[in-house]
């Protein structure tokens, strides 16, 4: 697992949309698999910026949902198909044709995790895999003790995860759905690259967690470190709690550009 500490979300976002935006010169037509929340938007605003101004070509990307709430229609607002829409598609002018995700409205939940999971499959599988971490150390909704072998399933959310996301339905907890669709850590593992970003103090004992505890269900996150391709990246105050923060440091500033993250 490489850890790289940046200055601010910023530096990060353009840190992982520089990564982004090298994958695509090789392989056009890269399956990026993306997040929601608020942490990933400067790696989207970033990537739109590259975009925009022609040093970068996502006009043949594909985008893969890594998650989604179980009963909002697809065209609600938080609907994360509306909010990738939103702040991932529109701004890189891609339309849904580029678009794989679950069906959060399906009658067979169960069945339309299967085929999801042969979705990404037939799709040749995630190139590099966008990816948030919950102060509880979940990803995804891969809540603490799920198994680290899971696929794409169904999972009830914490009242933790629900308080947290209660800021995107007005404050309201009671708005927050309280089952969502979610790629099994299983499934994300099977991506090819996996970037975790990581910004502020509420984040720093999750992330010290999963870089350097152990492996363990209870902090879903910490499978990473079973990955062959994982990078971390976290602003100072996420790094806050590491204690080879100065390792850290000195390994990403001895790195050839090259080789990029």
């Not at 200055?7 to 997040?35: C, F, Q, T, W, Y």
């Not at 702040?87 to 959060?104: N, R, S, T, Y």
Request: charged content about 20%; overall charge negative; glycine content about 10%.
């Amino acid at each position: 697992m490489e850890v790289v500490i940046v200055s601010d979300a910023k530096a990060g976002g353009a840190l992982i949309a520089g990564a982004m935006a090298e994958l695509l010169g090789r392989k056009p037509d890269a399956l990026l698999g993306v997040a929601t929340g608020s942490t990933p938007l400067p790696v989207y605003e970033a990537l739109a910026a590259r975009a925009g101004s022609g040093a970068a070509d996502v006009s043949r990307a594909r985008i893969a949902q890594l998650d989604e709430y179980v009963g909002l229609p697809a065209d609600h607002p938080e609907s994360y198909r509306s909010v990738l829409r939103r702040e991932v598609l529109e701004p890189l002018g891609l339309g849904m044709d580029a678009f794989i995700g679950p069906d959060g409205t399906a009658e067979d939940v169960r069945a339309a995790c299967e085929a999801y999971d042969r979705a990404l499959a037939e799709a040749g599988g995630v190139d590099l895999q966008l990816l948030g971490i919950g102060t509880d150390g979940h990803i995804g909704f891969n809540e603490p003790c799920s198994s680290l072998a899971s696929r794409t399933r169904i999972k009830t959310l914490t009242e933790q995860t629900r308080v947290d996301n209660a800021r995107f339905f007005d404050g309201d907890i009671e708005q927050v759905p309280h089952h969502v669709i979610t790629q099994g850590i299983g499934t994300i593992l099977e991506a090819r690259h996996l970037v975790l970003l990581a910004t502020g103090e509420g984040k720093a004992d999750a992330v010290a967690a999963t870089v350097e505890g152990p492996v363990a269900a209870v902090c879903p996150a910490s499978a990473l470190q079973l990955h062959p391709h994982a990078t971390v990246v976290v602003d100072e105050a996420a790094a806050s709690k590491l204690k080879l923060a100065d390792y850290f440091r000195q390994t990403f500033a001895a790195k050839p550009a090259w080789q990029g993250i």
